[in-house]
């Protein structure tokens, strides 16, 4: 497979001194870290470690109570939204098909119908739900609406991807085709993204570098850089097996101690 195409316009985005807090509770402490163009950076980390508040002070959904998450360079040329979430509810309208529901983040936009079907056609086939497009959600699978979300986050052209835990409400079988379509989908056109998950064979099969916070408040306790390329990592199970444990060993300890405290609460 050839190596895929990286656009010459792209976005940082830099994460410095960062610390947040809910009122008397410090989730966050800390946080110095730079995403790369056409990397997926996954965070993992204890249960309420701060993964998920760590990706909405990124995306400017909440403000940090210390710090900055700054953003640097340029949107690629067509970027609609260069900041663009993918959650793990779906979050599709029920009354809208396929095509709708993508549709629904074009119409803010100054564009034509023509180029509006365009961009619907060109994400719907890039996830493969070209005959999909007049279904209703209702018709479709958990992993087909999932695909939805994706093909619709597509849609706006992000420069940047927010992910957080976007394959956890599926069953492992439907979870294993999403993670190998985002492989394809990187593979053709290469997307920077920071990817939220407590799954470890998630982290090491999609992620070019994995964050590891410690349990709260969150800090980024080791930075663990995958070298194998993604289109290859099925293969090489047994190489990505050792890293999961690597993982595991770094976070064992910590797993527990924050299972414990969220049982105290």
């Known amino acids: 497979m050839p190596f895929p195409i990286i656009r010459l316009d792209y976005m940082q985005i830099s994460i410095e001194k960062l610390s947040h807090a809910y009122g008397s509770v410090e989730v966050l ?8 163009p056409g990397e997926i950076a996954v965070i993992i980390g204890p249960s309420g470690c701060g993964k998920s508040t760590l990706l909405r002070l990124m ?5 940090p109570s210390k710090g900055a998450a700054y953003i640097a360079g340029q949107a690629p040329e067509g970027s609609l939204n260069p900041l663009t979430y993918i959650f793990q509810d779906f979050a599709l309208l029920p009354w809208r098909t396929v095509a709708g529901n993508i549709s629904l983040v074009l119409e803010d936009h100054k564009l034509s119908k023509q180029q ?18 007049d279904a209703l959600p209702h018709q479709l699978s958990g992993g087909m609406k999932q695909r939805v979300a994706i093909a619709r986050a597509l849609a706006v052209s992000p ?31 290469a997307f920077s993204a920071c ?3 407590h799954n470890l064979a998630e982290a090491v099969r999609l992620g070019h ?28 199970a047994a190489e990505l097996e050792e890293v999961q444990q690597q993982l ?18």
Not at 59 to 63: M, N, T, V
Not at 116 to 133: C, G, P, Q, W, Y
Not at 163 to 182: G, V
């Open 116 to 133: 509006s079907k365009a961009i619907i056609d060109d994400v719907l086939a890039r996830t493969n739900l070209s005959e999909f497009h």
């Open 29 to 36: 402490n800390d946080i110095n870290l730079t995403f790369e």
């Open 195 to 197: 990817y939220v998950t």
């Open 59 to 63: 995306g400017g959904l909440e403000e």
């Open 209 to 236: 570098k994995v964050i590891v916070l410690s349990r709260r408040p969150g800090k980024v306790r080791e930075v663990v850089e995958i070298s194998i390329p993604l289109n290859e990592r099925r293969e090489r």
């Open 248 to 265: 595991w060993h770094m976070m064992r300890e910590e797993a527990l101690a924050a299972d414990r405290e969220l049982a105290d609460v």
């Open 159 to 189: 420069a940047f991807l927010l992910m957080d835990e976007p394959l956890s409400a599926l069953d492992s079988q439907t979870r294993e085709l999403l993670m190998d379509d985002l492989v394809a989908l990187w593979s053709r056109e």
